[in-house]
């Protein structure tokens, strides 16, 4: 069983940085596809960033220029650094790792800029 854990949530200031991290256990992790989804109160989860087993790095345009997802196989890690943070970027954040039709999320990591 493949479990997710994320941290490196917090409250920040607008411009602010941080840098999440998800560690994984179980499986393997070069063959999973991991990406970063959020939620924000009283909207739909959304698509963050993903990265591919080969490292292929996608984005989506909101995050695009300030969010950089990578990953480390070795350590069995996906990182989310994030710069130039906006209100709008409050939400919680969740690691997901994929692998054929097999699908595992962590339980997220609350990420909250003031303004």
Not at 103 to 113: A, F, I, L, R
Request: hydrophobic share 35%; with cysteine; charged share 20%.
């Amino acid at each position: 069983q493949v479990q997710l854990v994320e941290s490196g949530g917090g409250l920040v200031q607008a411009g602010a940085s941080l840098r999440l991290s998800c560690a994984a256990s179980g499986g393997t992790f070069s063959s999973f596809a991991m990406g970063w989804f959020r939620q924000a109160p009283g909207k739909e989860r959304e698509f963050v960033a993903a990265i591919s087993r080969s490292s292929d790095a996608t984005h989506a345009d909101s995050v695009k220029d300030r969010f950089t997802i990578s990953r480390d196989n070795a350590k069995k890690t996906v990182s989310l650094q994030m710069n130039s943070l906006k209100p709008e970027d409050t939400a919680v954040y969740f690691c997901r790792a994929v692998a054929g039709i097999s699908s595992y999320w962590g339980q997220g990591t609350q990420v909250t800029v003031s303004s």
